[in-house]
């Protein structure tokens, strides 16, 4: 299979790189982080302005209609750059509506042209307090009939909760799943927001009979969220690879800087074999999330599960082996909020735990029925 990115890719590729170096370096990241937004409004806009909200939009919506690869060269891009806009949150939403609106849906073609123009910010609800991984364990019910709906319930870490416009919440309608689009400004809407270890925002939302619109079939709900939550974590995995690379390169040039027993300590044997395995682990992750992308339009949702759970448990090895041996190579310095290296340790650790760990997504593979375990 050929993984080679495309020359339109790498051009696109490049002028994000530039402008992240140039526009949003550490210490510019820095200030976001502290604000009381936690976003930038003049970076939004000059996402909007490189093509990266119309990407994953439709044609028909006016965007570009971007396929999985093409994400996944913008969210390593954003992983190496520590990017704490909610380009994640937004693009799993643009999924949510295009997968889970019914053909024709006026409100989800509307929105969908709004996001891709950087007019409104999208998440999803995924978690409850209660329910852990589980996507189906969901309290949140919703009343009503046709498009006018009624949802009670609670939704917790919520990426960017508090800075979307709209929310799109899975919730249950008697025995069915289904998905709602609830409004920033509906009426009886609780918001707490706060920031998260890497930087990040997330809130928990409280809804109470709150109007909302219901998106999914009836017959395609359940089915719709476990795809959306595969894009989800197929897009926290692609950003992980730009962190693990970011991580790596910071790791190798500080041993080459730090003095020990009068050399660097990048010449001492032992680290040197450190370092190769930390390299060794990003590759892995990298290959196997590359393939996650290859799998992801498949029909077939035993497969796409397969290839996605295989590449967030790999990934979160990665994440954890990595890290750690980045803030120990680092030394003390490596703890501290000054080097960039805590940060994406930071970042990593977020990821690894987002939408299922390692041990849940080893467990949601063996569980496929193209899993089997023969006995000799």
């Given amino acids: 299979m050929d993984f080679t990115f495309s020359d339109e890719q790498q051009q696109f590729r490049d002028a994000l790189r530039r402008y992240l170096d140039k526009e949003y370096a550490f210490?510019?990241?820095?200030?976001?982080?502290?604000?009381?937004?936690?976003?930038d409004e003049a970076h939004w806009r000059a996402f909007a302005e490189l093509g990266l909200l119309a990407l994953p939009v439709p044609e028909a919506q006016g965007g570009f209609d971007g396929a999985p690869v093409d994400m996944l060269v913008?969210?390593?891009?954003?992983g190496r750059a520590l990017v704490v806009e909610p380009y994640w949150?937004?693009?799993?939403?643009?999924?949510?509506?295009?997968?889970?609106?019914?053909?024709?849906?006026?409100?989800?073609?509307?929105?969908?042209?709004r996001a891709g123009r950087g007019e409104i910010r999208l998440?999803?609800?995924?978690?409850?307090?209660?329910?852990r991984y589980d996507l189906f364990d969901l309290h949140t019910t919703a009343t009503g009939d046709g498009d006018?709906?009624?949802?009670?319930?609670?939704?917790?870490?919520?990426?960017?909760?508090?800075?979307?416009?709209?929310w799109i919440v899975p919730a249950r309608v008697e025995d069915e799943v289904a998905l709602f689009v609830v409004g920033k400004e509906a009426a009886n809407?609780?918001?707490?927001?706060?920031?998260?270890?890497?930087?990040?925002?997330?809130?928990?939302?409280?809804?109470?009979?709150?109007?909302?619109?219901?998106?999914?079939?009836?017959?395609?709900?359940a089915?719709?969220?476990?795809?959306?939550?595969?894009?989800?974590?197929?897009?926290?995995?692609?950003?992980?690879?730009?962190?693990?690379?970011?991580?790596?390169?910071?790791?190798v040039d500080y041993t080459k800087e730090r003095q020990q027993f009068g050399m660097p300590i990048a010449r001492f044997q032992a680290l040197q074999h450190r370092m190769v395995d930390m390299l060794i682990h990003a590759e892995q992750a990298r290959s196997i999330t590359y393939l996650a992308a290859a799998?992801?339009?498949?029909?077939?949702?035993?497969?796409?599960?397969?290839?996605?759970s295989a590449a967030k448990a790999r990934v979160g090895q990665a994440a954890r082996f990595v890290g750690q041996q980045a803030v120990q190579l680092h030394g003390g310095m490596g703890m501290t909020n000054e080097l960039p290296a805590a940060h994406w340790f930071k970042r990593l650790s977020m990821i690894e735990t987002t939408l299922g760990d390692v041990d849940h997504h080893l467990a949601r593979f063996a569980a496929l029925p193209a899993f089997s375990v023969t006995e000799d």
């Fill in 27 to 39: 210490d510019a990241r820095q200030k976001i982080v502290v604000s009381e937004a936690g976003v």
């Fill in 74 to 78: 913008v969210m390593q891009e954003l």
């Fill in 89 to 113: 949150a937004t693009a799993v939403g643009i999924e949510a509506l295009r997968l889970g609106a019914q053909k024709g849906s006026e409100l989800a073609d509307a929105l969908l042209e």
């Fill in 123 to 131: 998440a999803v609800a995924f978690n409850e307090p209660h329910a």
């Fill in 148 to 166: 006018h709906y009624a949802l009670s319930g609670t939704k917790s870490i919520v990426q960017h909760g508090a800075q979307a416009d709209f």
């Fill in 189 to 221: 809407v609780g918001i707490t927001g706060y920031r998260t270890i890497d930087g990040q925002r997330a809130a928990t939302l409280t809804f109470d009979k709150t109007p909302a619109t219901r998106l999914a079939g009836r017959d395609t709900g």
């Fill in 223 to 251: 089915a719709t969220l476990e795809r959306i939550a595969d894009y989800a974590t197929f897009l926290l995995c692609a950003e992980a690879l730009g962190a693990l690379d970011a991580l790596n390169r910071a790791t």
């Fill in 295 to 308: 799998r992801y339009t498949s029909e077939d949702a035993a497969t796409r599960a397969q290839a996605i």
